[in-house]
Structures are given as C-alpha cells and as structure tokens.
C-alpha cells in the first residue's frame, strides 16, 4: 500500500532531550512538510522541503531541524532550544508544492 | 495569498445534508478552493478542490458563487463518520504555494 507513516504515534520525552519524528513516504512525492497542532488550533508549518537535500523554513521553524538526504525521509528533530515541544506533530507529502497534501497519521509528542 | 473565513462551529442530524460556507473575498483569478477535513487525532484529508465550476465527487460536493468571493462544501448526506474539522483553503494551481490551515469549522454530527 502506498501511503505516508509516522512513528511513533505517541512518544514521551524529558525536557531538555532532543527528540527525532520519523516521517516516511512511498508515494515518490518530491515535497514533503512538517506541522505543528496545538489542541483547538489550526496547522502551523515547521519546514518543508521540495526537493531531496533542499528545505526550507516555515513559520515557526525556531527550536526544529530537518534533513532531506532520501526522497522518502524527512525526519523532524524537536531539540532543548524549543520552548513548548508539548504538541501533535503532523508530516506530510505531495508531488509538487502545487498538489494536494496527503497527510501522515501525525504523532504526539509530550515533553514532562 | 487569499484568506478565508469560517463558522467556528456547526452541528446537523444524521443523514441531513451539511452545508458547510467558506468566505474568501480576497481570492484571485489564478486561486483554486481546497477543502480538507481532520478527524480527531488524525491527519487532514484532502476531500474537493475547485476554481470557478461547481465540482462533485464521492465525498462531497463544492459550490462555488458566480463571483468567487465565496464556496460552501455539501455533504449530502451526513453519518456521525463525517465529525470532524473542516478547512477552507484558496491556493494557486501550478505555482509553488504552502497551503495554510487555519481553525477550520468543527462540524458535529449528531444522531
């Protein structure tokens, strides 16, 4: 089946460790993204990349990393510099920045 | 980039059809209406785009006015499935462009 994954779905963390999400597509997707929920709040983009070895920032991408050395990973790190990790952690993908998102499962993060 | 806006909230009966609107005033020529829909805990959904024509598929149906300024996305027979958020998004076809959700409408169906 072709699709998006994120893992894992919950993960528990100590403040002041960094922590990876793991994002993996088999839809040969060039773009890929990374959003942040807070409960009862729309998505706000972290980074996104558009082409293998090639990201960009979005929104609020202060505290985050990404790489993009395959096509179909694009790993978040939440490292000790983001002040509220505590979040639902949202990947997704599409084959052009102009197409339609396909969104993975997301995973919640919860930094104590 | 266009903004859109949306009730905050709406509810409607099994099995009636929900009319959800989405205003953007501010669309231009060249932006197309997508619509997604977040079911809790889950990851959006991509269910209909359009530009200016009034499109249908298997999930729903999306009106779109004469004047563009304004769209409202039908399901036309609602289950309890279809709770969810829903969001209104205006993007540009064939350019790069990040599409924005903001709090989208929370559309509770009840039995």
């Known amino acids: 089946d072709g699709g998006i994954t994120q893992s894992p779905k919950y993960l528990f963390r100590k403040e002041g460790q960094n922590v990876t999400l793991s994002c993996e597509q088999n839809?040969?997707?060039?773009?890929m993204y990374w959003y942040r929920q807070d409960p009862g709040q729309g998505l706000r983009l972290i980074y996104y990349s558009q082409i293998v070895n090639d990201f960009q920032k979005g929104d609020i991408a202060e505290g985050y990393s990404v790489s993009r050395e395959k096509k179909e990973s694009f790993p978040l790190t939440v490292t000790s510099a983001q002040k509220n990790p505590t979040a639902f952690y949202l990947c997704?993908?599409?084959?052009?920045?102009?197409?339609?998102?396909?969104f993975g499962p997301g995973t919640r993060l919860t930094v104590l | 980039d266009a903004k859109t806006t949306q009730p905050t909230s709406m509810d409607c009966a099994e099995g009636r059809a929900a009319n959800l609107p989405c205003n953007h005033s501010?669309?231009?020529?060249?932006?197309?209406v997508y619509w997604y829909r977040q079911i809790h805990s889950q990851g959006p959904q991509y269910i209909i785009h359009?530009?200016?024509n009034n499109e249908t598929n298997e999930m729903a149906s999306l009106i779109i006015t004469e004047d563009r300024k304004s769209s409202t996305l039908i399901l036309p027979h609602a289950t309890l499935r279809d709770t969810a958020v829903y969001y209104c998004i205006v993007r540009v076809d064939g350019g790069s462009y990040i599409p924005t959700f903001g709090r989208g409408t929370s559309l509770i169906v009840h039995p």
């Open positions: 839809l040969n997707h060039d773009a």
């Open positions: 501010t669309i231009s020529g060249n932006e197309y």
């Open positions: 359009g530009l200016k």
């Open positions: 997704a993908s599409s084959l052009g920045t102009f197409d339609e998102q396909f």
